[in-house]
């Protein structure tokens, strides 16, 4: 078994990736990767046999705006192994792996599904709430003063390139936290 990593334009790596991810999760990132989406901001951390992905850390490098100064962060995401892989420590040596490339990282933050919420506290990660913000907004008519909030709409390119390309999230976390989020 071998780790690999940053494999994203070796097409069968990738396509092995996205099966997993599809057996996993029920998603696969090919449309993503075709639409030019996946970056060398997200990498994947692999443990593979020949070119079968068997297990899964990806890490996505984002700029956090954090009481309002920009936080260099990790998202952990898309952690996953072969159910024939499973139970022999590959996730945590993946873990284990990219939290020692990404320690001087200032933040690293995941999003865990309940099945998996006391693996993650062994990496120093500690469970916080999970806040969605939403604001109404009436479409009114044309004048000649502009607004500050446009519409947009996913299925255009242009509006998700917007979406993809924002350098920084805005978020507040007390910093006292914001070392590990779970």
């Not at 997993?20 to 996946?38: D, M, N, P, R, V």
């Not at 502009?146 to 390139?161: M, P, Y």
Request: glycine share 4%; net charge positive.
């Amino acid at each position: 078994m071998k780790l690999i990593s940053n494999y994203k334009d070796h097409d069968r790596l990738r396509c092995s990736f996205n099966n997993l991810a599809q057996k996993t999760f029920g998603i696969s990132f090919e449309q993503w990767y075709q639409a030019g989406y996946w970056t060398d901001k997200y990498i994947p951390y692999s443990y593979a046999l020949g070119e079968e992905v068997v297990a899964n850390v990806s890490v996505n490098k984002v700029d956090l705006l954090i009481n309002g100064q920009i936080t260099k962060a990790i998202q952990i995401g898309t952690v996953m192994t072969h159910p024939n892989y499973r139970y022999q420590g590959l996730a945590r040596r993946l873990m284990e792996r990219v939290m020692n490339d990404y320690h001087n990282t200032d933040a690293f933050y995941l999003f865990a599904n309940r099945e998996v919420l006391e693996f993650y506290p062994k990496f120093g990660f500690t469970r916080m709430e999970e806040f969605q913000f939403a604001m109404p907004v009436e479409k009114k008519k044309e004048t000649k003063n502009t607004s500050s909030v446009i519409e947009l709409n996913a299925v255009h390119q242009s509006d998700r390139s917007f979406f993809y390309f924002s350098s920084s999230v805005s978020v507040t976390i007390p910093s006292s936290s914001a070392s590990s989020i779970l």
